[in-house]
């Protein structure tokens, strides 16, 4: 029998996640980004369950000749634009919308010999400093680009750094407002401005993390009353029981000790199937329904959990890591990170249904 380690990938999640955020924004179209591997979900499992998308938005090219080559025939958006001038021959030839952010982009893009003009996205650094033009630049820049022929359609575009915090929208905003280009259509909102900020969805909005079932800010409490289900469970089984006394240590470090006689179960999972090694003591974790913690250490194949609260647990219970039952986000923010990096951690060897 294979080890008892299973995630299981919800098609009706995606198609329900996205009616919610279609019902947030009106008449704004949707980008469904679907960069690493679709958040680890898997892109060729789950990008049909999204077919009422009006666009795909990603990273890898060979992710985008991909969706081309299975059908889609809608828009593709490369979020991080192209990295070598070679590339603008797949972008021509899958017809992909590109994001520009730098000088050298735009020389390439003019020089370049293309059947026909791209569109492209026109990135403004409104106050996140990674990608784009700055604000004062951006005009000048927008002239340029409209004299350049192998250019079809222009789009401005931002990316807002603080949209699921107190921050808020609100500096960066007024950046792209102060700047009076609404003669271009504008792609401003991430996940957290699709939920939080209804003024900034304008032409497209790009939902990422909500697609999923999990919450922009790390905090599943966030997002409890909003609707949105989980597209991925991952669960295991109990392998082993002990009967413990007071005093025992527990894993590796010794990190746990037995403040009293405690009933501990082995769960076959580990940091080697894409769960947080730094999870600590206290994350939560579902036995046989029941709602429990772990115990010490994360190894790499193997944890220990309480079963204490679980009197019927034995070897062969199911227990759930997280998903339908336990947000993604309660087992990130306890590990001290966010449900992003748990969903696209999920380790290969880890067996993955499709339902």
């Excluded at 991080?80 to 603008?88: S, T, Y």
């Excluded at 401003?188 to 919450?215: E, F």
Aim: charged share 20%; hydrophobic share 40%; glycine share 8%.
């Amino acid at each position: 029998m294979p080890r008892p380690i299973l995630a299981t990938i919800h098609l009706d999640a995606f198609r329900h996640n996205l009616s919610v955020i279609r019902q947030k924004v009106g008449n704004s179209k949707i980008w469904s980004v679907v960069k690493a591997n679709a958040y680890g979900h898997g892109l060729d499992r789950i990008w049909q369950s999204l077919i009422q998308t009006d666009g795909f938005a990603l990273l890898d090219m060979n992710e985008a000749i991909y969706l081309r080559e299975q059908g889609w025939q809608g828009p593709i958006l490369l979020l991080e634009g192209f990295f070598k001038p070679v590339d603008l021959q797949m972008i021509n030839k899958y017809r992909l919308t590109t994001a520009v952010h730098s000088h050298w982009q735009l020389d390439e893009i003019e020089k370049a010999k293309l059947d026909n003009p791209i569109d492209i996205y026109l990135k403004l650094n409104s106050g996140m400093n990674r990608l784009g033009f700055t604000s004062e630049e951006y005009p000048k820049i927008v002239s340029m680009v409209r004299k350049i022929k192998n250019i079809h359609s222009v789009t401005l575009m931002t990316h807002f750094a603080n949209s699921d915090n107190e921050v808020g929208v609100g500096g960066q905003f007024a950046v792209v407002e102060h700047l009076q280009m609404r003669s271009l259509p504008h792609c401003l909102a991430n996940s957290g401005a699709v939920l939080w900020h209804p003024k900034t969805h304008r032409d497209w909005v790009r939902p990422g993390i909500i697609l999923y079932g999990a919450s922009p800010s790390g905090k599943w409490r966030d997002i409890a009353d909003i609707g949105l289900k989980s597209a991925m469970t991952l669960q295991s089984e109990v392998i082993a029981v002990h009967e413990l006394p007071e005093g025992e240590k527990i894993g590796y470090g010794s990190r746990y000790t037995t403040p009293k006689p405690m009933r501990v179960g082995t769960i076959a999972c580990g940091y080697a199937d894409g769960y947080p090694r730094h999870a600590p003591t206290g994350t939560p974790i579902m036995v046989g329904g029941i709602r429990t913690q772990l115990l010490g250490a994360i190894s790499m194949d193997m944890m220990t959990v309480d079963l204490t609260p679980c009197p019927e647990a034995n070897v062969g219970s199911i227990v759930e890591l997280w998903g339908e039952n336990l947000p993604v986000d309660e087992v990130a923010e306890s590990a001290g990170t966010i449900g992003y990096e748990l969903l696209c951690a999920l380790a290969k060897r880890v067996p993955v249904t499709v339902v």
